[in-house]
DNA sequence: GCCAACGTTGGC
DNA sequence: GCCAACGTTGGC
């Protein structure tokens, strides 16, 4: 088993690190975006570790660290009429849409901000970096993995 | 299968 | 709040 780098979205407002230290571990719900769960359903598995980004906020960037701790399983949202992210055409015995749980591993004293990641030309083939990247769930190489905590630690 | 219209993302 | 970039939808 092959233990990959991830970079995950999510607007704090909506689900912060900090909800995720608070519940310990949560499934990464509500991506309704083919190639994240993709991502989530063919190339994630247990263990890989997971860059927790804060999109939408002041100032985006990274906010902490967490592993995906388990094999994707359906989205419990879609089958939910009450959710924002409810999908009629799934059905429990064909799912659309897949998840993976992801396990809080800390967060860092203050959030790596994007201004900051994008200043170093040692990141400039990061995904989050491309024009018009928008995508949620993005692969990050071991290296930039790496120099991402690294910068983190230095403040 | 094209493509215009529309909705969403997310930085600024 | 603006808007560029992108994905999805649906008419044809």
């Not at 083919?34 to 994630?44: P, S, V």
């Not at 959710?83 to 800390?106: G, L, M, Q």
């Amino acid at each position: 088993m092959r233990e990959r780098h991830w970079l995950m979205k999510s607007e704090p407002e909506v689900f912060s690190i900090h909800d995720l230290e608070k519940k310990g571990e949560s499934l990464w719900d509500g991506v309704r975006n083919y190639q994240a769960r993709n991502f989530m359903m063919q190339d994630m598995s247990r263990g890989d570790r997971v860059l927790f980004y804060h999109s939408n906020a002041e100032p985006p960037g990274v906010a902490g660290l967490a592993r995906v701790s388990g094999p994707a399983v359906p989205d419990p949202s879609q089958f939910e009429p009450k959710s924002e992210h409810f999908d009629p055409k799934a059905t429990r015995e064909k799912p659309i849409w897949y998840c993976v749980p992801v396990r809080f591993e800390r967060s860092f004293p203050e959030v790596l901000a994007l201004a900051d990641i994008r200043a170093n030309k040692k990141l400039k083939d990061l995904l989050l970096l491309k024009r018009g990247q928008r995508l949620s769930i993005q692969p990050v190489t071991l290296n930039q993995f790496e120099l991402l905590v690294a910068m983190a630690r230095e403040r």
